[in-house]
């Protein structure tokens, strides 16, 4: 199946700091990436639409200052997570569509995701 | 506001046996739905999907059933095996852009 990759894996900052994240397809080009974030024991809640050349759409209730969403190119998109504080240490995880596989076209690829400790 | 659940924290089954993991959702417009498969600290895993326009897809081990009238989704693994065990999450989509998931349910297979 298709891979989608995340970097950093795992992640600890300072309270006040910005991290990036970043999110790559890499055996197909995705013009759509999602950004999910996930508390122990919750689901995947969905942060974020990027969308390759275009502003990202963000979820009601996320604050699109915070989280930063880049998709500058058809493989790469990034969420910087700025001024963090430790309510923001999570997992957060990425997802991308291949168009081009018509089996399954809904079908969403997920990276590993990385987790986010802020101290 | 849940729009899918799952509302059994974990399950247990024995190997070899039947794991049946049930899902549960509240918008008609739905149409599309998936299960994910999770291990720890690792994203998830695509395992198999549904359309409305069916009741049931099989797939080697997995099979899933849609219950449109009840709104009600379940995944049967037969037969169990220990290297199933994971953390199982249903999914469902309207526009098959954004997907809500469950809380997920915790399977453990037993040998």
């Known amino acids: 199946g298709a891979v989608v990759s995340q970097h950093p894996s795992w992640v600890i900052c300072k309270s006040g700091t910005s991290v990036k994240i970043e999110c790559r397809s890499l055996?197909?080009?995705?013009?759509?990436m999602f950004w999910y974030r996930q508390f122990p024991k919750q689901s995947l809640m969905l942060m974020a639409t990027s969308n390759e050349g275009s502003k990202a759409t963000y979820e009601q209730g996320v604050e699109k200052d915070k989280f930063l969403i880049n998709h500058a190119s058809l493989t790469l998109s990034t969420l910087t997570v700025t001024s963090a504080h430790p309510e923001d240490s999570s997992f957060y995880i990425c997802?991308?569509?291949?168009?081009?596989?018509?089996?399954?076209?809904?079908?969403?690829?997920f990276g590993p995701g990385t987790r986010l400790t802020v101290t | 506001d849940q729009q899918v659940k799952q509302n059994s924290p974990s399950l247990s089954v024995q190997e070899g046996r039947i794991s049946i993991l049930n899902c549960d959702y509240t918008n008609s417009m739905f149409d599309y739905f998936l299960w994910y498969k999770k291990y720890p600290a690792e994203g998830p895993t695509f395992l198999i999907s549904?359309?409305?326009?069916?009741d049931k897809n099989e797939d080697g081990r997995f099979t899933v059933f849609l219950n449109k009238s009840a709104k009600h989704l379940s995944l049967h693994i037969v037969p169990s095996q220990p290297g199933d065990s994971a953390v199982y999450f249903c999914?469902?989509?309207?526009?098959?852009?954004?997907?809500?998931f469950g809380t997920g349910t915790s399977l453990t297979v037993i040998p």
């Open positions: 549904i359309s409305s326009i069916k």
């Open positions: 999914a469902a989509s309207a526009t098959g852009n954004q997907f809500y």
């Open positions: 997802s991308a569509r291949d168009p081009h596989r018509l089996a399954g076209v809904y079908e969403q690829y």
């Open positions: 055996d197909f080009q995705a013009t759509t």
